[in-house]
Each structure stands twice: as structure tokens, then as C-alpha cells.
């Protein structure tokens, strides 16, 4: 999946809130007695992934992402001593040394049963150490269940026929808890729905075009996707009247922040 980094950034503020509330929750101490490895996992543009920087500079800080596009612009921004960045999937990334503060923002979704990825990801984090993830949970909202639907009528489901089209998908806050918990952590989870107001005509499009209709664009050509856009457009945009003020567009996020409590084997025991 291709992602625009361009368009992602266009609607900056808005996904950036759920981000710092999360890392506002991490209380890893000062410079000098916290984190000496910070890892952002599914950093994207690097925008987020420079602000941990700003917060723990002794810290080394690594920002890792899939997408070459998203990587190239993040290091366009700028690489230093302690901030760099890496083309990695986060499915087989693995540390070079225990992490202080593991961090993957609106990326757990996009990989089928990630719930099987949090024995690695608290692996990685050092006894006392912190991850925290944070996942949309809006998948029933319209801005979804229209994308869903459309992809079921006949001409893109033939035209889509033996194509993988990527579905993003997350759990229920309890059993984030409950994973975490077995885990061997001390978790606070929780939940939130924002209300973002989005500036701007066609804005619903245009913020699904960053992120929730990108799989299905990059199978399509020209033609196609101003196709798709255009019926998605006209299914969507009923449930997202523009306001005078702007498009109100409801947010739900799940949070988890744990601490590592447990020295149980991790996967640097035995080096």
C-alpha cells in the first residue's frame, strides 16, 4: 500500500491530538534518569516521532515505518545524532537493545490478529519500561461501513476479484487490558471520542483519503479512483453535512498505556 505522506499531513492537528494525549500518560522521568531508547513504531511522516525527540533529548529515538514514501519524507525533515529513522515492518522489526518507551500510534490496526504481536512488543520493552498504542475504533461509523459496503456492489467486486485489499481492524479497550495484563504489565486503557472539526469542502473524502481509502486507491488507476471517489462521495457525505463552522466528523480512539512489571525472559536475556 502506497501511502501519500502530503495528504496524510493535510489534516495534521487533528490526527496529532489522540498522539500527544497518549504520550501525555507516559510518565517516564527527565532526561538523565528516563528513556535511553525511544521507538515509535508506524512513525509515518515523522512529525509525531520529532516531538519524543523534543521530550527526552538524551534519549535515542528511532521512528520506524513501512512505507518508504512516509520514511523518505520523515528523514527530508531532518536526522541528527540521537533521531533517525528506518524502513521496517514492524511485524519482524526487532531492538538492538531493550526499549525504555515502545510507542505505536493508529498503526496496530492496519495488521491482521495484532493481538498476537504484544508478547513481542512487551518483549522488547525493559522491566519497568512503558508501551503505548493507540487505535481508532471507529470502524462501525459511516466514514467505514459506506467503504464496506461499496466494495461489496457488483462493479468493484469484480474489479477488485483476487485483489488483497487491506481492512483495518481493532479490539475492545477490555481486551487490550486483559492481553497487557497477562502480559505481566500494569495497564491503563481507555477510550475517546473526539469530536474533530474538519475545515474545508469534500473534507470527509479528503481524511479518508489519507488513511482509510488508501488500500483501495493504490489497486485502482486514474479513471477508477475518480470513480470510487465519486460513489463514495455520494453515499458518505449525507451522514457529514458541512456546517457553517466546518464537518463534524466523530473520532473514537482506544488508548493502552503499560508498564512492564515483570523480569520474565524477553528476548535480550540471553545475548
Known amino acids: 500500500m502506497r501511502w501519500d505522506p502530503g495528504q496524510y499531513l493535510r489534516f495534521g492537528d487533528a490526527r496529532a491530538r489522540p498522539f500527544t494525549d497518549l504520550m501525555a500518560?507516559?510518565?517516564?522521568?527527565?532526561?538523565?534518569?528516563?528513556?535511553?531508547?525511544?521507538?515509535?513504531?508506524?512513525?509515518?511522516?515523522?512529525?509525531?516521532?520529532?516531538?519524543?525527540?523534543?521530550?527526552?533529548?538524551?534519549?535515542?529515538?528511532l521512528g520506524v515505518d513501512s512505507s518508504a514514501?512516509?520514511?523518505?519524507?520523515?528523514?527530508a525533515?531532518?536526522?541528527g545524532p540521537r533521531l533517525r529513522f528506518e524502513v521496517a515492518d514492524l511485524r519482524e522489526w526487532?531492538?538492538?537493545?531493550?526499549?525504555d518507551v515502545l510507542t505505536s500510534n493508529a498503526t496496530l490496526q492496519w495488521v491482521p490478529d495484532h493481538l498476537h504481536l504484544l508478547p513481542r512488543l512487551v518483549s522488547a520493552v525493559r522491566p519497568g519500561g512503558w508501551l503505548a498504542l493507540q487505535v481508532p475504533g471507529n470502524f462501525g461509523g459511516p466514514t467505514h461501513t459506506v467503504l464496506a459496503d461499496l466494495l461489496q456492489e457488483p462493479r468493484w467486486r469484480m474489479r477488485l476479484s483476487g485483489v488483497l485489499v487491506e481492512s483495518p481492524s481493532s479490539e475492545e479497550p477490555e481486551t487490550y487490558?486483559?492481553?497487557l495484563v497477562a502480559l505481566g504489565c500494569?495497564?491503563?486503557?481507555?477510550?475517546?471520542?473526539?469530536?474533530?472539526v474538519l475545515e474545508g469542502p469534500?473534507?470527509?473524502?479528503?481524511?479518508?483519503?489519507?488513511?482509510?481509502?488508501?488500500?483501495?486507491?493504490?489497486?485502482l488507476d486514474?479513471?477508477?479512483?475518480?470513480?470510487?471517489?465519486?460513489?463514495?462521495?455520494?453515499?458518505?457525505?449525507?451522514?457529514?453535512?458541512?456546517?457553517?463552522?466546518?464537518?463534524?466528523?466523530?473520532?473514537?480512539?482506544i488508548f493502552a498505556v503499560a508498564q512492564r512489571q515483570t523480569a520474565r525472559s524477553t528476548q535480550f536475556d540471553t545475548q
Not at 500494569?186 to 474533530?196: I, N
Not at 479528503?206 to 486507491?217: D, E, Q
Open 25 to 61: 500518560r507516559v510518565p517516564a522521568h527527565a532526561p538523565g534518569q528516563g528513556p535511553d531508547l525511544v521507538v515509535d513504531l508506524g512513525c509515518g511522516p515523522g512529525n509525531l516521532t520529532r516531538s519524543l525527540s523534543e521530550r527526552w533529548p538524551g534519549a535515542d529515538v
Open 69 to 75: 514514501e512516509m520514511v523518505e519524507r520523515a528523514m
Open 77 to 79: 525533515d531532518g536526522q
Open 94 to 99: 526487532e531492538a538492538d537493545r531493550p526499549v
Open 177 to 179: 487490558l486483559s492481553a
Open 186 to 196: 500494569s495497564a491503563d486503557v481507555w477510550e475517546t471520542t473526539y469530536l474533530q
Open 202 to 219: 469534500d473534507a470527509i473524502v479528503s481524511w479518508m483519503t489519507g488513511t482509510g481509502l488508501r488500500p483501495v486507491l493504490g489497486v
Open 222 to 253: 486514474d479513471t477508477e479512483q475518480e470513480e470510487f471517489l465519486a460513489a463514495y462521495r455520494e453515499r458518505v457525505s449525507p451522514a457529514y453535512p458541512q456546517q457553517d463552522f466546518g464537518t463534524v466528523l466523530p473520532y473514537r480512539r
